[in-house]
């Protein structure tokens, strides 16, 4: 498992790497104008070449990269060329913000899902049913669809929780829950529908192999099979499918971080990315790259626990 892990850490540096550089190199090609942005559309020639000068944009990809890469080392990712903020600051002020959405999104998607796919599998008929029939609405219906009608019922009318935005866990972990809940069940909307298919289909097969079988031969309790046999050798593909689906929703969170008004990572980037401001760009990559990674890692972690083979490789 030691291995295992120093094998994802040594490839997870290769990918933020490549991820960096690719990321660098197409905002470049975009040929977004950061310095006649900042400068406005009334700044003459010279002025917007002084600052181009200035922040370094007259260099070459390879020069302005490797500058780049150079200070993010030292931990230095610089400062938004928008709004004089140093990036870091301004990550850490937002990045919470995401990841308490994406996070409860994850464990609400986790616990529906098993929920579901195990109850339709061991049940089959009607409950199979419906599952199936959630998993189409899950497919067919936008989270934005789902973020509207969730706003308009359980905020505007009947006024449950705010319809906007964002209160710390620092402050108070009810607001915090309340500010964030709305969100992630929208957010985790179309994941129940991916991982509560794949649990059943995963746990139809499980419940049709020779050991259970074998186990209810001798006896055991049909909540035992399923619970410490069953479910848990269902579990590893299923958690591969959670961790794609966790990685999705860092995207996802950009639209409804828009539609709830919350200070989120998702939003920042957006409008950094229509400016060209290149430092919070490179930055807002690099967290996401390193929340993957160490997902990833996690997630190997949870799977040598489940199955004891995945330790070796």
Do not use: C
């Not at 290769?14 to 190199?25: D, E, G, Q, R």
């Not at 002020?93 to 998607?109: D, G, K, Q, Y």
């Not at 529906?112 to 061991?122: F, H, P």
């Amino acid at each position: 498992m030691i291995l295992t892990i120093l094998r994802r850490l040594s490839s997870g540096l290769l990918l933020i790497l490549m991820v960096t550089a690719i990321t660098f190199l197409l905002v470049k090609a975009s040929g977004v104008d950061a310095a006649r942005s900042l400068l406005g559309p009334s700044a003459s020639a010279e002025d917007v070449e002084s600052l181009r000068t200035r922040l370094g944009l007259d260099q070459n990809v390879f020069a302005q990269y490797s500058s780049w890469l150079a200070s993010a080392v030292r931990g230095d990712f610089g400062t938004s060329w928008f709004t004089n903020e140093p990036v870091s600051a301004a990550l850490a002020s937002r990045l919470p913000v995401t990841l308490s959405i994406v996070v409860v999104a994850t464990v609400i998607t986790a616990v529906v899902s098993v929920a579901l796919g195990s109850i339709a599998a061991l049940r089959g008929g009607v409950i199979d049913k419906v599952l199936q029939f959630i998993a189409l609405l899950g497919y067919a219906l936008p989270g934005l669809l789902i973020a509207i009608i969730l706003v308009s019922i359980f905020a505007l009318q009947l006024k449950l929780f705010a319809a906007t935005g964002y209160v710390p866990i620092t402050e108070s972990f009810t607001g915090w829950l309340g500010s964030i809940l709305l969100p992630s069940i929208a957010l985790s909307f179309g994941g129940i529908a991916v991982l509560a298919t794949q649990i059943r289909g995963a746990m139809v097969d499980e419940l049709g192999k020779d050991y259970i079988r074998t186990l209810r031969s001798r006896g055991v309790s049909n909540r035992a099979i399923v619970l410490r046999h069953a479910l848990r050798n269902a579990g590893a593909p299923s958690l591969t499918v959670l961790s794609l689906l966790f990685i999705s929703m860092l995207g996802g969170a950009v639209l409804i971080e828009r539609i709830f008004a919350l200070p989120g990572f998702g939003q920042f980037a957006a409008a950094s990315s229509l400016q060209g401001d290149i430092p919070v760009i490179m930055g807002v990559v690099t967290f996401t790259v390193v929340v993957v990674v160490v997902v990833n890692i996690l997630i190997d972690i949870a799977n040598g626990g489940l199955n004891p083979k995945a330790r070796t490789r």
